[in-house]
Nanobody, 124 residues
Framework: QVQLVESGGGLVQAGGSLRLSCAASGRTCSRCVMGWFRQAPGKEREFVAGISWSGISTSYADSVKGRFTISRDNAKRTMYLQMNSLKPEDTAVYYC?????????????????WGQGTQVTVSS
C-alpha cells in the first residue's frame, strides 16, 4: 500500500499564499501520476491539479490556472501545491492522490491512493 499524508493547510486571508505538501510512504508507486483534489462543504470532490511522474506534464482546473503550481520531488517522494492569490472560494479540504495511470487524469475514480486531507480556509 501507498500511504499519503498532506500538510500545510491552514487559515489565510484572501490574496495570501499557502504551500501544501504530500508525502508518500510505504510501497513505491512506480511512475505514479499524482494529483490534488478538493472538496468544499456540500459540494463534490473536484480536480485541482495533476502531475506526471517526470513532472514534465501538468494539468490544472480552470479555476486555479495562473494561481496554483503543482510540483514533485521524486527523490523525497513528495508532491507540492503552491497556492497564491487565494480566494474565499478556494476554501475546502485538499486531498492528494496517486494513480498508476500513464497520463494525468481529472477523474478521481482513476486514483487508487488517497491522503486524509488538509483543511484550507480563506477568509475574505
Amino acid at each position: 500500500q501507498v500511504q499519503l499524508v498532506e500538510s500545510g493547510g491552514g487559515l489565510v486571508q484572501a490574496g495570501g499564499s499557502l504551500r501544501l505538501s504530500c508525502a508518500a510512504s510505504g510501497r513505491t508507486c512506480s511512475r505514479c501520476v499524482m494529483g490534488w483534489f478538493r472538496q468544499a462543504p456540500g459540494k463534490e470532490r473536484e480536480f485541482v491539479a495533476g502531475i506526471s511522474w517526470s513532472g514534465i506534464s501538468t494539468s490544472y482546473a480552470d479555476s486555479v490556472k495562473g494561481r496554483f503550481t503543482i510540483s514533485r520531488d521524486n527523490a523525497k517522494r513528495t508532491m507540492y501545491l503552491q497556492m497564491n492569490s487565494l480566494k474565499p472560494e478556494d476554501t475546502a479540504v485538499y486531498y492528494c492522490a496517486a494513480s498508476p495511470s500513464v497520463g494525468v487524469s481529472i477523474r478521481a475514480t482513476l486514483y487508487d491512493y488517497w491522503g486524509q486531507g488538509t483543511q484550507v480556509t480563506v477568509s475574505s
